[in-house]
């Protein structure tokens, strides 16, 4: 199977929605641009900041098939896959065959606490359910799951699981990723932003990062740099990104990502709810952390 284009810098696509929460394209067909013009070297649609768990069957579809038509394969199109049970992913997956992407991205399920060998059955019933090749995406923080290393070394040996995302924080499980699966063709991509270039480091491919709806040349940057043997101006991207990833606590998850947006002029519309946009005083320091790097001018405003 093919899997030399996963790698490099993958933002999980913002999804712009009108005051009914129904995908709005003219804003996702402008994101998808803004990142194209960054440099990205994919795009997930339906990511965790992609807001997929807010909207309905029809809507997420209509949100893949204007990031694929949009997209017009310039860069590959990842589709992100959160439902609960084997048997609504596996009618996932093939609807994203479907709708002609390059791969999909599957978290474990919501909710539930499956130990390996049900999250084993469950990933290897989806893989073996599509031709796509698929990527793990291991987010504790979020799941009530953690995809340990013997995990994800067994899952490896499927033949279309291809990758994994590992928005962990825990170096050392990301670097076990890589240490077990590394003569697998086995592709692990960071998913904290601050640790884009320790995952490169260790042997990573590349990251899925939501600060690349913001700002996707400074996150290119970090992975260009490293690849170019220029460790000095990849770490010193890295710290230059570090304060709009730390920022990410000034609202509701995935709030912040979809307010800075607005405050570059993307036009995004809100949060879905329950969530809501940050408060004033910290919409304030978004705005500063903004201008601090160089994002946006002092006294913009969108």
Known sequence: MK??????????????????????????????????AGGVHGI??????????????????RAVAATVDQVAGR???????????????????????????????????????????ELYRHFRTVAESTDLPMLLYNNPDRMRANLSANLVERLADVPNIVGAKDSSGDLVLTEEYIRRTRSKNFRVMAGRDVMILGTLAYGGAGCVAATANIVPALVVE??????????EGAREAQFRLA?????????????????????LGLRVGEPI?????????????????????????EGETA
């Open 222 to 231: 970090i992975y260009e740099k490293f690849l170019a043997g220029d460790l």
């Open 75 to 117: 860069v590959p199109v990842y589709a992100g896959i959160g439902a609960i049970s084997t048997r609504e992913c596996v009618r996932a997956a093939r609807r994203a065959g479907r709708q002609g992407v390059q791969a999909i991205t599957m978290l474990p399920p919501m909710f539930l606490t499956p130990n390996d060998e």
């Open 3 to 36: 899997t030399d284009f996963v790698h490099g810098v993958i933002p999980p696509l913002l999804t712009p929605v009108d005051g009914e929460e129904r995908v709005e394209e003219r804003g996702l067909r402008r994101m998808v641009e803004h990142v194209i």
């Open 243 to 263: 304060p709009l990833r730390m920022a990410f606590n000034l609202g509701s998850f995935p709030v912040v990502t979809k307010d800075a947006a607005n405050l």
């Open 44 to 61: 997930l649609s339906l990511g965790s900041n992609g807001e997929f768990f807010g909207l309905d069957p029809e809507e997420q579809e």
């Open 273 to 297: 709810l329950p969530n809501s946009r940050c408060t004033e005083p910290n919409m304030a320091r978004l705005r500063k952390i903004l201008v601090g790097m160089g994002a946006l001018k």
